[in-house]
């Protein structure tokens, strides 16, 4: 379609902009870098497009649990996710923005990062979606940072003059506290609106069960719940300079996930045990005593 990428048309958000002809009948300006560059299993993948006549379209794959906002909402009409569930998909998100962050060449700022973004799969694999703002930048110096305003109201960084990969990081942390507290971003009929100020005002009670989503009935391992909590306002730091990267956002996730999964095998085991001990007792009773 571009004759080997022959006509570069000029740069936009989504990389090189390329002369082409589509079908030797129609001139087209083709978009390809972005799109060509992003593979990565957390993040959505693209199938194809359409273009007949008026009938523009990229196509991607199918998600059929829709996204993480809907699934906290209850307006999915499923049951509701699991903490064990909800760090699952936190980590398959963090993937994702990572892969941006580092496995990119130029690396990448999403710019958009939203629970509305995250989709979930059959099997609740998160994926990341809608590059719609999504930006590349050329690594080192400051040639990374954006000094475009972009993303959706709550989640976008309070440094709005800076917006680099440390933005994707706070509105990382706001998905984070949705998904512990399953509280609305912004609420102005709470006492502290913003998710990070109501959450920060009930941190200072210390009582962890009025933070958490009252929809999981304490069915947690408040250690993992802790260390989540930190992270996540650690994320959303108002200073992007004591945020956390992706890859060290990633590792802590996965260690409140192990810890999350021991605990419960534990738990397990132990009423597995006590189920046999009862059952023993219970047997032993039922045998006829000697005549």
Not at 91 to 103: K, M, N, R, T
Not at 207 to 213: P, V
Request: glycine fraction near 6%; proline fraction near 2%; charge should be negative.
């Amino acid at each position: 379609m571009t004759n080997n990428f022959q006509r570069a048309l000029g740069e936009g958000g989504f990389g090189t902009v390329y002369h082409g002809d589509l079908d030797s009948s129609q001139q087209v300006a083709v978009k390809v870098d972005l799109l060509l560059r992003v593979h990565h299993i957390n993040l959505l993948n693209l199938v194809g497009y359409c273009d007949e006549r008026d009938h523009l379209a990229l196509i991607y794959e199918y998600m059929s649990n829709g996204d993480l906002k809907h699934h906290l909402s209850g307006e999915h009409g499923g049951s509701v996710l699991s903490w064990n569930i909800r760090l699952r998909i936190a980590v398959d998100a963090a993937l994702g923005l990572e892969y941006l962050h580092i496995g990119c060449r130029p690396s990448m700022v999403h710019r958009d990062v939203k629970s509305t973004n995250i989709l979930l799969d059959e099997n609740f694999m998160a994926k990341i979606a809608d590059f719609g703002l999504s930006r590349s930048f050329i690594l080192g110096g400051e040639s990374h940072v954006s000094t475009v305003v972009a993303g959706s109201l709550g989640y976008l960084d309070p440094e709005t003059s800076r917006l680099a990969e440390m933005s994707d990081v706070y509105s990382f942390g706001i998905v984070l506290l949705e998904i512990i507290t399953n509280q609305r971003v912004i609420d102005k009929t709470r006492e502290k609106p913003h998710i990070t100020e109501w959450t920060a005002f009930m941190l200072n009670r210390g009582d962890i069960t009025r933070i958490m989503d009252p929809n999981l009935n304490g069915d947690y391992n408040s250690h993992s719940v802790w260390r989540a909590l930190e992270l996540a306002m650690s994320c959303a730091n108002p200073s992007s300079e004591n945020r956390p990267s992706m890859s060290q956002v990633v590792a802590e996730l996965k260690e409140c996930l192990i810890s999350e999964n021991s605990l419960r095998s534990k738990n397990q085991d132990m009423s597995s045990q006590r189920s046999l001990d009862m059952s023993m007792n219970f047997d032993t009773k039922d045998v006829p005593s000697a005549r």
